[in-house]
T-cell receptor, first 112, second 114 residues
């Protein structure tokens, strides 16, 4: 069974710093990997989706990489801002039919 | 374009009761997935519907069921509620549920079972 792990569980950094969030998965047979953010009491917002054939995706200050063979993905956030404070979740799709396996999340706090 | 909407947003039930949650996908989206989020288990996939048919099902007991209507709106039902069913229930929609599509999530329904 696919297991998705995110380390660290929580992270606090001063505003303006660059940071990296990590995601690892046990079964490399995936269709895609997505990064989401979740604000307290809210649903999920999709940040980036990386297809299994891709190595990375970028959106603004966010860059996500995927190394399928080693079962790892990273989310790089440049020049962090207080508005980036949220829980970040990675999820892998193994069936290609929206059956996502989610990680446990990293709670990120940006200190002004 | 309106996002995914879920009703009700909050719900309190007692053990043994049943509950029905509703999800309206983004206009034009035909795939709807349901997830359960708890502090202990995190986010877990319940089931996915496309064109009124269940295409995928997660590892949940038969007390959890769902359906999808011809307008793509979906409902999920939980019968004989247990304390452990207390959770945030999220639904997500996409056009046809293919692997290159992003899923758009609703705000969730928070269910408390007493």
């Amino acid at each position: 069974k696919q297991e998705v792990t995110q380390i660290p569980a929580a992270l606090s950094v001063p505003e303006g710093e660059n940071l990296v969030l990590n995601c690892s998965f046990t079964d490399s047979a995936i269709y895609n990997l997505q990064w989401f953010r979740q604000d307290p009491g809210k649903g999920l917002t999709s940040l980036l989706l990386i297809q299994s054939s891709q190595r990375e995706q970028t959106s603004g200050r966010l860059n996500a990489s995927l190394d399928k063979s080693s079962g790892r993905s990273t989310l790089y956030i440049a020049a962090s801002q207080p508005g980036d404070s949220a829980t970040y979740l990675c999820a892998v799709d193994q069936t290609g039919a929206n059956n996502l396996f989610f990680g446990t999340g990293t709670r990120l706090t940006i200190i002004p | 374009k309106a996002g995914v909407t879920q009703t009700p947003r909050y719900l309190i039930k007692t053990r043994g009761q049943q509950v029905t949650l509703s999800c309206s996908p983004i206009s034009g989206h035909r795939s709807v997935s349901w997830y359960q989020q708890t502090p202990g288990q995190g986010l877990q996939f319940l089931f996915e519907y496309f064109s009124e048919t269940q295409r995928n099902k997660g590892n949940f007991p038969g007390r959890f069921s769902g359906r999808q209507f011809s307008n793509s709106r979906s409902e999920m039902n939980v019968s004989t509620l247990e304390l452990g069913d207390s959770a945030l229930y999220l639904c997500a929609s996409s056009f046809v549920g293919l692997r290159q599509e992003t899923q758009y999530f609703g705000p969730g329904t928070r269910l408390l079972v007493l």
